[in-house]
Protein backbone atom coordinates (compact mmCIF):
# COMPACT_ATOMS: atom_id res chain seq x y z
CA UNK A 1 0.00 0.00 0.00
CA UNK A 2 3.10 1.92 0.04
CA UNK A 3 2.04 3.68 -3.16
CA UNK A 4 -1.37 5.54 -2.22
CA UNK A 5 0.07 9.18 -1.26
CA UNK A 6 -2.95 10.16 1.12
CA UNK A 7 -3.26 6.61 2.90
CA UNK A 8 0.45 7.34 4.03
CA UNK A 9 -0.24 11.02 5.13
CA UNK A 10 -3.34 9.70 6.74
CA UNK A 11 -1.88 7.08 8.69
CA UNK A 12 1.47 9.22 9.90
CA UNK A 13 -1.20 11.67 11.41
CA UNK A 14 -3.00 8.96 12.94
CA UNK A 15 -0.35 6.42 14.55
CA UNK A 16 0.61 9.21 17.29
CA UNK A 17 -3.00 9.81 18.39
CA UNK A 18 -3.86 6.13 18.18
CA UNK A 19 -0.84 5.61 20.36
CA UNK A 20 -1.59 8.48 23.07
CA UNK A 21 -5.03 6.97 23.31
CA UNK A 22 -3.72 3.75 24.42
CA UNK A 23 -1.76 5.43 26.92
CA UNK A 24 -5.02 7.38 27.88
CA UNK A 25 -7.31 4.17 28.06
CA UNK A 26 -4.04 2.71 30.42
CA UNK A 27 -3.65 5.54 32.16
CA UNK A 28 -7.43 6.10 33.15
CA UNK A 29 -8.60 2.43 33.58
CA UNK A 30 -9.13 3.59 37.31
CA UNK A 31 -11.38 6.24 36.45
CA UNK A 32 -13.10 5.15 33.00
CA UNK A 33 -14.09 2.68 31.23
CA UNK A 34 -10.92 0.58 29.93
CA UNK A 35 -7.43 -1.04 31.54
CA UNK A 36 -4.53 -2.65 30.54
CA UNK A 37 -5.66 -4.99 27.93
CA UNK A 38 -7.59 -2.64 25.70
CA UNK A 39 -5.08 0.06 26.35
CA UNK A 40 -2.20 -2.90 25.05
CA UNK A 41 -4.49 -4.16 22.33
CA UNK A 42 -4.96 -0.16 20.74
CA UNK A 43 -1.14 0.60 21.29
CA UNK A 44 -0.84 -2.77 19.05
CA UNK A 45 -3.25 -1.69 16.45
CA UNK A 46 -1.22 1.63 15.72
CA UNK A 47 1.40 -0.22 15.01
CA UNK A 48 0.08 -2.37 12.62
CA UNK A 49 -1.77 0.42 11.07
CA UNK A 50 1.98 1.32 10.40
CA UNK A 51 2.82 -2.12 9.13
CA UNK A 52 -0.18 -2.63 6.89
CA UNK A 53 0.82 0.81 5.67
CA UNK A 54 4.72 0.41 5.12
CA UNK A 55 5.32 -3.00 5.11
CA UNK A 56 6.89 -5.40 7.78
CA UNK A 57 10.28 -4.30 7.57
CA UNK A 58 10.09 -0.73 7.99
CA UNK A 59 7.81 -1.45 11.25
CA UNK A 60 10.94 -4.26 12.55
CA UNK A 61 13.14 -1.08 12.52
CA UNK A 62 10.97 0.16 14.87
CA UNK A 63 10.02 -2.53 16.94
CA UNK A 64 12.81 -5.03 16.85
CA UNK A 65 12.10 -8.80 17.55
CA UNK A 66 13.72 -8.46 20.93
CA UNK A 67 12.09 -5.73 21.89
CA UNK A 68 8.56 -7.33 21.18
CA UNK A 69 10.20 -10.33 22.94
CA UNK A 70 11.10 -8.52 26.09
CA UNK A 71 7.83 -6.65 26.16
CA UNK A 72 5.90 -10.20 26.22
CA UNK A 73 8.03 -11.42 29.14
CA UNK A 74 8.35 -8.02 30.83
CA UNK A 75 4.44 -7.76 31.59
CA UNK A 76 4.52 -11.00 32.98
CA UNK A 77 6.92 -10.56 35.30
CA UNK A 78 5.95 -7.12 36.65
CA UNK A 79 2.47 -8.44 37.07
CA UNK A 80 4.01 -11.25 39.44
CA UNK A 81 6.36 -8.75 40.78
CA UNK A 82 3.93 -6.61 42.55
CA UNK A 83 2.84 -10.01 43.71
CA UNK A 84 5.93 -11.03 44.91
CA UNK A 85 7.36 -6.96 46.53
CA UNK A 86 3.26 -6.80 48.35
CA UNK A 87 4.72 -10.36 49.60
CA UNK A 88 8.11 -8.82 50.83
CA UNK A 89 5.96 -5.59 52.35
CA UNK A 90 4.41 -8.00 54.65
CA UNK A 91 1.53 -8.37 52.81
CA UNK A 92 -0.20 -11.11 50.93
CA UNK A 93 0.76 -12.41 47.17
CA UNK A 94 -0.86 -9.47 45.06
CA UNK A 95 -2.40 -7.99 48.42
CA UNK A 96 -1.34 -4.69 47.34
CA UNK A 97 -2.70 -2.98 50.72
CA UNK A 98 1.04 -3.61 52.04
CA UNK A 99 2.36 -1.21 50.02
CA UNK A 100 1.07 2.05 52.07
CA UNK A 101 1.08 0.79 55.88
CA UNK A 102 -0.93 4.15 56.46
CA UNK A 103 -3.52 4.47 53.71
CA UNK A 104 -4.09 0.65 52.48
CA UNK A 105 -6.26 1.77 49.70
CA UNK A 106 -3.39 4.21 48.60
CA UNK A 107 -1.56 1.31 47.96
CA UNK A 108 -4.13 -0.64 46.23
CA UNK A 109 -4.52 1.89 43.90
CA UNK A 110 -0.38 2.06 43.39
CA UNK A 111 -1.14 -2.16 42.87
CA UNK A 112 -3.48 -1.80 40.26
CA UNK A 113 -1.88 0.55 38.13
CA UNK A 114 1.15 -1.44 38.20
CA UNK A 115 -0.82 -4.81 37.26
CA UNK A 116 -2.88 -2.94 34.57
CA UNK A 117 0.69 -1.89 33.10
CA UNK A 118 1.63 -5.12 33.41
CA UNK A 119 -1.49 -6.28 31.18
CA UNK A 120 -1.37 -3.77 28.91
CA UNK A 121 2.58 -4.69 27.66
CA UNK A 122 2.19 -8.28 27.47
CA UNK A 123 -1.04 -7.63 25.39
CA UNK A 124 0.54 -5.08 23.11
CA UNK A 125 3.35 -7.34 23.04
CA UNK A 126 1.53 -10.32 21.89
CA UNK A 127 -1.03 -8.93 19.65
CA UNK A 128 2.06 -7.23 17.61
CA UNK A 129 3.97 -10.56 17.49
CA UNK A 130 1.12 -12.28 16.05
CA UNK A 131 0.43 -9.99 13.16
CA UNK A 132 4.30 -9.31 12.51
CA UNK A 133 4.50 -12.98 12.21
CA UNK A 134 1.69 -13.70 10.35
CA UNK A 135 2.83 -10.69 7.92
CA UNK A 136 6.38 -11.50 7.81
CA UNK A 137 5.56 -15.42 6.04
CA UNK A 138 3.44 -14.04 3.78
CA UNK A 139 6.18 -11.18 2.67
CA UNK A 140 8.88 -13.89 1.33
CA UNK B 1 -41.85 -4.50 26.85
CA UNK B 2 -38.52 -1.80 28.54
CA UNK B 3 -36.27 -4.20 26.13
CA UNK B 4 -37.55 -3.47 22.46
CA UNK B 5 -34.55 -1.48 22.22
CA UNK B 6 -32.75 -4.43 22.35
CA UNK B 7 -34.63 -6.46 19.53
CA UNK B 8 -33.10 -4.67 16.09
CA UNK B 9 -29.60 -5.12 17.44
CA UNK B 10 -30.82 -9.09 18.79
CA UNK B 11 -32.30 -9.53 15.15
CA UNK B 12 -29.29 -7.97 13.70
CA UNK B 13 -27.02 -10.59 15.27
CA UNK B 14 -29.06 -13.46 13.59
CA UNK B 15 -29.14 -11.62 10.45
CA UNK B 16 -25.55 -11.81 10.41
CA UNK B 17 -25.11 -15.58 12.09
CA UNK B 18 -27.06 -17.05 8.88
CA UNK B 19 -24.90 -14.52 6.88
CA UNK B 20 -21.94 -16.30 8.08
CA UNK B 21 -23.50 -19.76 7.59
CA UNK B 22 -24.41 -19.50 4.31
CA UNK B 23 -21.17 -17.10 2.86
CA UNK B 24 -18.26 -19.43 1.40
CA UNK B 25 -16.07 -16.17 0.78
CA UNK B 26 -13.54 -16.19 3.78
CA UNK B 27 -12.97 -12.65 3.54
CA UNK B 28 -16.58 -12.07 4.12
CA UNK B 29 -16.97 -14.09 6.91
CA UNK B 30 -13.92 -12.43 8.90
CA UNK B 31 -15.45 -9.22 8.37
CA UNK B 32 -19.35 -10.29 9.23
CA UNK B 33 -17.68 -11.84 12.58
CA UNK B 34 -16.03 -7.59 12.78
CA UNK B 35 -19.38 -6.15 12.37
CA UNK B 36 -20.68 -9.12 14.73
CA UNK B 37 -18.70 -8.03 17.54
CA UNK B 38 -19.16 -4.19 16.98
CA UNK B 39 -23.42 -5.08 17.40
CA UNK B 40 -22.23 -7.45 20.60
CA UNK B 41 -20.61 -4.15 21.68
CA UNK B 42 -24.17 -2.32 21.16
CA UNK B 43 -26.03 -4.56 23.23
CA UNK B 44 -23.18 -4.67 26.11
CA UNK B 45 -23.50 -0.60 25.51
CA UNK B 46 -27.03 -0.55 26.08
CA UNK B 47 -26.87 -2.80 29.30
CA UNK B 48 -24.56 -0.27 30.04
CA UNK B 49 -21.26 -3.15 30.69
CA UNK B 50 -19.54 -0.12 28.69
CA UNK B 51 -16.15 -2.01 30.51
CA UNK B 52 -17.22 -5.13 28.53
CA UNK B 53 -18.10 -3.35 25.28
CA UNK B 54 -14.97 -1.94 24.63
CA UNK B 55 -13.15 -5.20 24.96
CA UNK B 56 -15.77 -6.32 22.50
CA UNK B 57 -14.87 -3.67 19.97
CA UNK B 58 -11.29 -3.38 20.59
CA UNK B 59 -10.55 -7.32 20.72
CA UNK B 60 -13.51 -8.77 18.86
CA UNK B 61 -14.26 -6.48 15.73
CA UNK B 62 -10.65 -4.57 16.00
CA UNK B 63 -7.52 -7.05 16.64
CA UNK B 64 -9.43 -10.28 16.26
CA UNK B 65 -10.31 -9.02 13.13
CA UNK B 66 -6.69 -8.11 11.61
CA UNK B 67 -5.11 -11.60 13.12
CA UNK B 68 -8.14 -13.20 10.85
CA UNK B 69 -7.02 -11.01 7.67
CA UNK B 70 -3.02 -11.94 8.80
CA UNK B 71 -4.13 -15.53 8.58
CA UNK B 72 -6.13 -15.55 5.84
CA UNK B 73 -3.63 -13.75 3.38
CA UNK B 74 -1.61 -17.14 4.33
CA UNK B 75 -4.33 -18.84 2.56
CA UNK B 76 -6.82 -19.13 0.25
CA UNK B 77 -10.01 -16.88 -0.18
CA UNK B 78 -12.27 -19.31 -0.79
CA UNK B 79 -14.06 -22.53 1.90
CA UNK B 80 -13.68 -25.72 -0.05
CA UNK B 81 -17.20 -27.08 -1.12
CA UNK B 82 -17.86 -30.83 -0.08
CA UNK B 83 -20.42 -33.03 -1.93
CA UNK B 84 -22.73 -33.36 1.10
CA UNK B 85 -23.23 -36.93 2.85
CA UNK B 86 -26.55 -37.41 3.83
CA UNK B 87 -25.94 -39.77 6.76
CA UNK B 88 -23.82 -37.00 8.36
CA UNK B 89 -25.92 -34.26 7.99
CA UNK B 90 -28.49 -36.31 9.61
CA UNK B 91 -26.36 -37.16 12.27
CA UNK B 92 -25.19 -33.43 12.76
CA UNK B 93 -29.46 -32.86 12.52
CA UNK B 94 -30.19 -34.46 15.31
CA UNK B 95 -27.44 -33.37 17.68
CA UNK B 96 -28.09 -29.64 16.60
CA UNK B 97 -31.59 -29.76 16.89
CA UNK B 98 -31.05 -31.74 20.76
CA UNK B 99 -28.76 -29.27 21.75
CA UNK B 100 -31.31 -26.44 20.76
CA UNK B 101 -34.08 -28.03 22.51
CA UNK B 102 -32.10 -28.73 25.45
CA UNK B 103 -30.54 -24.65 25.81
CA UNK B 104 -34.53 -23.86 25.51
CA UNK B 105 -35.19 -25.91 27.95
CA UNK B 106 -32.31 -24.64 30.47
CA UNK B 107 -33.47 -21.09 29.50
CA UNK B 108 -36.60 -20.95 31.27
CA UNK B 109 -34.60 -21.49 34.58
CA UNK B 110 -32.38 -18.67 33.96
CA UNK B 111 -33.39 -15.28 35.93
CA UNK B 112 -34.61 -12.26 33.99
CA UNK B 113 -32.39 -10.18 32.08
CA UNK B 114 -31.19 -7.07 35.38
CA UNK B 115 -33.25 -9.10 37.89
CA UNK B 116 -31.63 -7.26 40.78
CA UNK B 117 -32.23 -10.29 42.87
CA UNK B 118 -31.23 -12.99 40.55
CA UNK B 119 -28.55 -15.19 43.12
CA UNK B 120 -25.43 -14.15 41.07
CA UNK B 121 -25.75 -10.50 42.20
CA UNK B 122 -26.56 -11.69 45.96
CA UNK B 123 -23.09 -13.55 46.72
CA UNK B 124 -19.96 -11.10 46.49
CA UNK B 125 -21.78 -8.36 44.10
CA UNK B 126 -22.85 -5.97 46.80
CA UNK B 127 -19.99 -6.32 48.79
CA UNK B 128 -18.00 -5.24 46.25
CA UNK B 129 -20.21 -2.67 45.28
CA UNK B 130 -20.67 -1.05 48.83
CA UNK B 131 -16.67 -1.34 49.66
CA UNK B 132 -14.32 -0.61 46.38
CA UNK B 133 -14.11 2.77 46.30
CA UNK B 134 -13.22 2.54 50.31
CA UNK B 135 -11.20 -0.75 49.57
CA UNK B 136 -8.98 0.40 46.90
CA UNK B 137 -9.47 4.08 45.96
CA UNK B 138 -10.57 3.42 42.55
CA UNK B 139 -13.18 4.72 41.63
CA UNK B 140 -14.04 2.29 38.45
CA UNK B 141 -15.38 -0.72 39.99
CA UNK B 142 -14.46 -3.15 37.18
CA UNK B 143 -11.06 -2.16 37.44
CA UNK B 144 -10.93 -2.86 41.04
CA UNK B 145 -12.45 -6.27 40.78
CA UNK B 146 -10.46 -7.32 37.58
CA UNK B 147 -7.28 -6.05 39.18
CA UNK B 148 -7.34 -6.47 42.92
CA UNK B 149 -10.30 -8.30 44.34
CA UNK B 150 -9.83 -10.47 41.03
CA UNK B 151 -6.02 -10.48 40.45
CA UNK B 152 -5.19 -13.85 40.50
CA UNK B 153 -7.88 -14.01 37.66
CA UNK B 154 -6.25 -11.32 36.46
CA UNK B 155 -2.40 -13.06 36.52
CA UNK B 156 -4.09 -15.95 34.66
CA UNK B 157 -5.45 -14.41 31.84
CA UNK B 158 -1.83 -12.29 31.00
CA UNK B 159 0.19 -15.72 31.37
CA UNK B 160 -2.37 -17.04 28.68
CA UNK B 161 -1.73 -14.14 26.71
CA UNK B 162 1.69 -14.95 27.13
CA UNK B 163 1.08 -18.67 26.46
CA UNK B 164 -0.15 -17.53 22.99
CA UNK B 165 2.68 -15.04 22.03
CA UNK B 166 5.22 -17.38 22.94
CA UNK B 167 3.36 -20.15 21.04
CA UNK B 168 2.77 -18.36 17.59
CA UNK B 169 6.92 -17.47 18.32
CA UNK B 170 7.78 -20.85 18.78
CA UNK B 171 5.74 -22.22 15.72
CA UNK B 172 5.61 -19.45 12.99
CA UNK B 173 8.48 -17.12 14.20
CA UNK B 174 11.88 -16.77 11.83
CA UNK B 175 13.29 -13.36 11.86
CA UNK B 176 16.34 -14.46 13.58
CA UNK B 177 17.48 -17.47 11.15
CA UNK B 178 16.47 -15.15 8.43
CA UNK B 179 19.57 -12.63 9.64
CA UNK B 180 22.01 -14.66 9.93
Not at chain 1, 21 to 34: C, K, N
Not at chain 2, 25 to 44: D, K, R
Request: glycine share 10%; charged share 10%.
Amino acid sequence: MNEHLIVRVITKLLVPFILLFALYVQMHGDFGPGGGFQAGVIFATGFIVYAIVFGVNRTIRVMPPNVLMAMVALGVVLYAGVGFATMAAGGDFLGYGAFDAHDPAHGQHLGILLVELGVGITVAGVMLTIFLTFAERRRS
Amino acid sequence: MERLHLVLPVVLLIALALAILRLRNLLAIAILSGVYSLVMALIFTILDAVDVAFTEAAVGAGITLTLMLAALSLTTRYEARKAPEMIRRSVALVVACTIAIALGYAMFSLPNLGDATAQIHEHVAPRYIAMAQADTGVPNIVTAVLASYRGYDTLGETTVIFTAGIAVMALLWRWRTERS
